[in-house]
């Protein structure tokens, strides 16, 4: 079984700060690892995802994010967010050989401010 | 444009009905799924099918049903709505072949009185 946790259900930044959102999960086998992002009113959309190789992904509009295998954590990153970020952000696994499952966890509220 | 909706997208229900939420994808994927979100819970799974006749039970399918009879189709039917059942559905779906990213719908919310 696996299990999500994200560790902030309300991050307020300003804007043009830096943001960390925190992911940290249990799992027995090895993983995949995704973000998605949910606008109000919409639907989640992936934002980015670790499969395998290099450990740090990237996004298209400037997140990023860094799978640690000790630390079983995969914390979002941007180093300057802007007013169009503020979303709902889930964290989320899937076994590698689970036939596509995922697990979320509870989700960050990223609030942007000018 | 290849796609998956939802409908309807809000319903009010009362206690007791059979509800069944619609979701349709346009992009041949194998691969289909319920969830619900509720505040401080995230996504929760509630049925998933890998194809066609094929469907099974995620972590809180108890009330609900699915029928998979063709792949672009996963419907969701709640027997007999609960008030504990209110809340926002959301459909997804992915090809199939391994780690792919699921496509989420728009979400149908879901009151039950």
């Known amino acids: 079984a696996q299990s999500v946790t994200q560790l902030d259900s309300q991050v307020p930044v300003f804007e043009e700060a830096p943001v960390e959102l925190r992911c940290n999960y249990s799992?027995?086998?090895?993983?995949?690892l995704f973000w998605y992002v949910q606008y109000p009113n919409q639907g989640l959309q992936l934002l980015l995802k670790?499969?395998?190789?290099?450990?740090l992904v990237e996004s298209i509009n400037g997140f990023e994010a860094e799978f640690n295998k000790s630390q079983t954590s995969f914390h979002l990153r941007k180093p300057s967010v802007h007013i169009s970020d503020t979303a709902e952000y889930f964290c989320?696994?899937?076994?590698?050989?689970?036939?596509?499952?995922?697990?979320f966890g509870g989700g960050t509220r990223l609030m942007v401010k000018p | 444009d290849a796609e998956i909706t939802q409908s309807p997208r809000h319903k009010i229900t009362e206690t007791g009905r059979q509800v069944t939420l619609a979701c349709h994808q346009t992009?041949?994927?194998?691969?289909m799924f319920w969830y619900r979100q509720d505040l401080g819970h995230g996504l929760r799974l509630i049925h998933y099918?890998?194809?066609?006749?094929?469907?099974n039970k995620g972590e809180v399918s108890d009330g609900y049903s699915v029928s998979r009879s063709n792949t672009e189709d996963l419907p969701l039917t709640l027997e007999s709505a609960a008030s504990s059942q209110t809340s926002v559905y959301f459909c997804?779906?992915?090809?199939?072949?391994?780690?792919?990213?699921?496509?989420f719908g728009p979400g149908t919310r879901l009151l039950v009185l």
């Open positions: 997804a779906s992915s090809p199939g072949t391994g780690s792919e990213t699921q496509y």
């Open positions: 799992s027995s086998v090895s993983v995949y």
């Open positions: 670790y499969l395998s190789g290099s450990t």
């Open positions: 989320a696994v899937s076994g590698s050989g689970a036939g596509n499952m995922l697990t």
């Open positions: 992009w041949n994927h194998n691969n």
């Open positions: 099918s890998y194809g066609v006749q094929d469907t």
